[in-house]
């Protein structure tokens, strides 16, 4: 499995990044998918999870109203619509073809895509 995050950067409080994470090597419509985060010093995290049709998503409480998730199935891409950005949503962002349960053994996780909220 291979999976390409991008999308990251710098943003003000308030503000809004889309990520995108491109994925090849596993059949991709069939694959739940999720994105996680992982902040300095903190452990890797669930952030949000979409089902194979789309139709279906779940979202850690703390980006609930905020961060929506969507996917391509005929460009094998998963996205993160992320809207009014606080500073605790900085962390290294993966995306992963698992869900809020069973994600703890995956390790192909690639680079993942930078996002830095400044207050």
């Known amino acids: 499995v291979q999976l390409q995050a991008c999308g990251g950067g710098l943003a003000q409080a308030g503000g809004s990044l889309r990520l995108s994470c491109a994925a090849s090597g596993l059949t991709f419509s069939g694959s739940q998918m999720a994105w996680f985060r992982q902040a300095p010093g903190k452990e890797r995290e669930f952030v949000a999870s979409?089902?194979?049709?789309?139709?279906?998503?779940d979202y850690t409480a703390s980006v609930q109203a905020r961060f929506t998730i969507s996917r391509d199935n005929t460009k094998n891409t998963v996205y993160l619509q992320m809207n009014s950005l606080k500073p605790e949503d900085t962390a290294v962002y993966y995306c992963?073809?698992?869900?809020?349960?069973?994600?703890?053994?995956?390790?192909?996780w690639g680079q993942g895509t930078q996002v830095t909220v400044s207050s």
């Open positions: 979409i089902s194979t049709g789309g139709r279906t998503a």
């Open positions: 992963a073809p698992r869900n809020r349960y069973n994600w703890k053994n995956f390790n192909s």
